[in-house]
T-cell receptor
Framework: AQKVTQAQTEISVVEKEDVTLDCVYE???????LFWYKQPPSGELVFLIR??????QNEISGRYSWNFQKSTSSFNFTITASQVVDSAVYFC??????????????FGTGTKLQVIP | DTGVSQDPRHKITKRGQNVTFRCDPI?????LYWYRQTLGQGPEFLTY????????KSRLLSDRFSAERPKGSFSTLEIQRTEQGDSAMYLC?????????????????FGNGTRLTVT
């Protein structure tokens, strides 16, 4: 069974600090995808990034960067120079293709990030 | 197309009443998902449609819950005889299938959700 663990329930940082959100996953599959979603107070889940299990290259997009390490089953997310608008709940998710041929997505419990001005 | 839309945004109902929610996915997506999210938790899978076929239902989906997608476009989720434990945010998501030119692990596109409060 697949499982996603986000051990950090809440994090508070002062604006302009860097912050890393941790994600650890469990899966028996060799082919899978990992995602990060952002859920601002408005409630809509916003897709941020997707990574497949064969691509361990780290990625940077503006102030966001992702560190995928298959050896430790981790997919951590770093926000550099945090801003108040980054305040939201961030979810890590794992997607596998099941026996029926469609993707099954499992979410972590989320990390609530509060950026204090 | 403006994305996945859900209606209503909020619903307050008394215990024992039936409620129905609607989801309109992104028009070119043939996969549709329902998730439930309670406070402090991540979304939990409820059910999945490929076109009009309901291909999987979670054990979370008791017999009081029923979902339909009659023409492979919009979907409805009905909860009969609501209980206080049904209070949650109900999220709908859609994605394209591989036959639509994407991989089998496309990101899910979520709507704003319907927040249900059962009193």
């Amino acid at each position: 069974a697949q499982k996603v663990t986000q051990a950090q329930t809440e994090i508070s940082v002062v604006e302009k600090e860097d912050v890393t959100l941790d994600c650890v996953y469990e899966t028996r599959d060799t082919t899978y995808y990992l995602f990060w979603y952002k859920q601002p107070p408005s409630g809509e889940l916003v897709f941020l990034i997707r990574r497949n299990s064969f691509d361990e290259q780290n990625e940077i997009s503006g102030r966001y960067s992702w560190n995928f390490q298959k050896s430790t089953s981790s997919f951590n997310f770093t926000i550099t120079a945090s801003q108040v608008v980054d305040s939201a709940v961030y979810f890590c998710a794992l997607s596998e293709v099941n026996s029926g041929g469609y993707q099954k997505v499992t979410f972590g419990t989320g990390t609530k990030l509060q950026v204090i001005p | 197309d403006t994305g996945v839309s859900q209606d209503p945004r909020h619903k307050i109902t008394k215990r024992g009443q039936n409620v129905t929610f609607r989801c309109d996915p992104i028009s070119e997506h043939n996969r549709l998902y329902w998730y439930r999210q309670t406070l402090g938790q991540g979304p939990e899978f409820l059910t999945y449609f490929q076109n009009e076929a309901q291909l999987e239902k979670s054990r979370l989906l008791s017999d009081r819950f029923s979902a339909e997608r009659p023409k492979g476009s919009f979907s409805t989720l009905e909860i009969q005889r609501t209980e206080q434990g049904d209070s949650a945010m109900y999220l709908c998501a859609s994605s394209p299938s591989p036959g639509q030119g994407s991989s089998n692990n496309s990101p899910l596109h979520f709507g704003n959700g319907t927040r249900l409060t059962v009193t």
